[in-house]
């Protein structure tokens, strides 16, 4: 939405949009629904006696992690019924964040997967004290619990999610480039020995796609098991295959393309200097807003 001049609810809310999208994009995982949060949030926000707000952003911040909430939890049984893994949407920005490792690890692909882990209240608190920076009390009130449940939640949390994250390596657009370049040459090539060394011996592709399209249902494990899958879709897409890197959720990415059709969008995770993890969404449904930069920020 724009700001009409002189509408001092669009002015505050577009001011805050940045935050309060990656506030909802870092509990949903998806950046259409977060789309979705924000309309509904500023629907509400519209209603709002301005002289009662002491805090436009802690506002802001309690009414879009409630509306996210209620949307997680909405379709927790439709992500039960999920056909093979459930990925985060992929997340094209229009700049690149690492600058602020921070915000750049906590919109990441592996931050993200281990956030699904969380329950709904664990993982609003997290995003909310660890990347956003919001006190106990504030986050208490918005979740409606005490501030020693939500201490304790913190706690909690911090201690899963620092068990299960990997390193984070922060990658700049000419380096991620040069990853995704590099890579497409070895694997259009078909030389194996090349795909191979940029891999991690034990580098794992994990795919979604519900069942909708062709796709592994399990993560497939292994460097030689993992360069053979992608020599495999080389050769199945044969001469019509078209990639165009790109930049998602902080990290290298591949576009996919048959033609003119948007396959999938492939991203990496890379440490010491190899790829240790491809996360690759084919699911038609998640592709749809994929090609909309966003903005983020904390």
């Known amino acids: 939405m724009t700001a009409a001049p ?15 999208f990656t506030i909802a994009y870092e509990i949903l995982g998806s950046a259409t629904e977060s789309d979705d ?3 509904e949030s500023y629907l509400r926000w519209a ?24 949307t997680l939890r909405a379709q927790s049984r439709r992500r039960e019924d999920y056909v093979g893994p459930w990925l985060p949407e992929p997340l094209l920005t229009e700049a690149d ?9 906590s919109v990441s692909m592996a931050m993200l997967v281990v956030l699904e882990t969380l329950s709904p209240d664990e993982r609003a608190v997290f995003v909310l004290r660890e990347v956003f920076g919001f006190g106990h009390d504030e986050i208490a009130a918005t979740l409606g619990k005490s501030t020693a449940a939500v201490r304790q939640i913190a706690h909690r949390a911090r201690e899963h999610v620092q ?30 020995d090349a795909l ?8 794992v592709w ?4 519900d069942g909708k399209v062709s796709a592994a249902r399990r993560p497939v494990e292994g460097a030689d098991k993992v360069a053979r899958l992608i020599l495999g879709f080389v050769r199945l897409a044969g001469g019509e295959a078209r990639v165009e890197p790109a930049f ?22 890379v440490a010491d200097g190899r790829i240790t993890n491809f996360y690759a969404m084919r699911n038609p449904e998640k592709l749809t807003g994929v090609m909309v930069a966003r903005t983020i920020s904390r």
């Open 248 to 269: 998602y959720n902080s990290a290298p990415a591949l576009v996919l393309y048959t033609g003119d059709v948007l396959e999938g969008v492939v991203t990496f995770e």
């Open 206 to 209: 994990t795919a979604d796609s």
């Open 97 to 105: 964040p690492s600058a602020d490792v921070v915000l750049a690890e």
């Open 47 to 70: 209603e709002v006696d301005l002289a009662t707000v002491t805090d436009t952003k802690a506002y802001l911040a309690r009414l879009v992690t409630r509306q996210a909430l209620n």
């Open 163 to 192: 068990s299960r994250r990997k390193r984070f390596e922060p990658v700049d657009p000419k380096t991620s480039g040069e990853i995704t370049m590099t890579f497409f040459a070895a694997a259009a090539t078909g030389d194996l």
């Open 6 to 20: 002189g509408d001092e609810h669009a002015e505050r809310f577009t001011q805050l949009r940045p935050l309060l």
């Open 196 to 203: 191979m060394a940029m891999l991690a011996p034990d580098v």
């Open 37 to 39: 949060v924000l309309q």
